[in-house]
């Protein structure tokens, strides 16, 4: 929307003048150094004030002329009562707003129609609001994000509130989940998009990894806590499309031994999804949300991963034309691993990681699984990386890969567990139920996957109807 440049100047010539009067008059009882940072703060405080003002008259401008009668959603009638005032919790702040109130049907129920364009439910919170807690329920601990958004809100929202509204939005990004996963059943949903003319990426990269939540509900009100603490696998999945770095913009750690000779990439379109469910049930949902980016259409479907057997099961049994490559990082640092355990003296152990890790580097797997075989007798971590490698033979062809121009690291989805689990997740004072701890992440994923307003939009329900 664009306003007035007239209309604004008088406003603001208005507000001007009531602030300095509150101001001269606030020094004149109490004399003090007025700070630049003072006036911003007491101006933003006063704008919040007249924010509330303003949206509650707006609000209030809906109750038009009131109707004698309206229909009930029961079949019967609703009559005009009074005009009955609302609260709720705004952007600016607890505001009251008058509207028109039915009611006497035989069902006893009564409506406020002007609430429900807006979404409005007396005594809960606006969708402008949810959307700013959310955003700080989905970055910090609901404690934290209470005086975090103290801090811009100007007014204070109990954790609770912040809580519920965070998993209100993650519930939203559920929902919407199930809608692409219900859409990826649908064969005709699926042909339809072989005729979008939207270009697909060459590439389309794919990741799925899992970390453990601890899960302990708190105690409910007057309610002793169930003994439940239990740790939970949050698996994560992430679609992405690579783009090279520019050797520029690379960073210390990208400039590190390997990639001096390979490709760099970065992720770009990152959309992660995650919850707490067994393989299976993940499964459909990497399926609902691969239909959603075209996983099964691009021409190259590249899935690194660790080596977890879940993961290459789901893979194998919803992309089996998906190229699988275990993640070269994972490969590398269980080479190194088996070398500590085996070599006491540095000098013993330096040549013979090197020599594998050139071998896996090449992808000549075969003389490393006779390197950890030699080593098996007396390490325990070698014989584990035999069957390792083993396993894994064929999705370790890295010298392949390089050549085809694969990016062989799946930090992307690291990252993305890393991010949406062990930094909100696994806060020292977190403590989930398990629709908790996933509607938090899922909003958070939502966040990171550049989905935020979508999901907002889909809380607010419905456009306004000015
Ligand atoms: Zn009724």
Known sequence: MEYAHEAIAQLAHQVTQVFKAALEQRLASSPAVVTLADVEKEMRELLRQMGAQALSQFLSL???????????ACGGTLHYQRQREATVTSVFGRITYERAYYAGC?????RAPVDDPYGLVPGAVTAGLAALLGLGGIELSFDESRDWLKAFLLFEVSENTIRSETQALGAVQEEREAEVCQQSQDLDYLQARLREKTPLPTW???SLDAAKVRIEPRAKEGKKPENTEAWRDMKVGCWYEAEPVPPVQRSTRQRGKFERVQAVFRAKNMRYYCDILEADAFGKLMWGTGCQVKADLVPELVFVCDGAVWIWNLVKLHYPHA??????YHAADRLERVAQAAFAALTDRTPWLEQVTADLWAGRVTPVI??????????????QAVTYFANNVSRMKYDQYRAAGYWIGSGTVESGCKQIVT???KKPSAQWDVDGAVQTAKARAAWLSGEWDAVCAKRAALPLAV
């Open 423 to 425: 930094q909100r997740l």
């Open 106 to 110: 035989q069902c006893g129920k009564g």
């Open 370 to 383: 006779q390197a950890c075989e030699q080593l098996a007798a007396r390490c325990e971590e070698a014989r």
């Open 323 to 328: 190229v699988q490559i275990v993640d070269w």
């Open 62 to 72: 809906g109750a038009g002329t009131p109707v004698a009668e309206l229909p009930c």
């Open 204 to 206: 389309l990269y794919g």
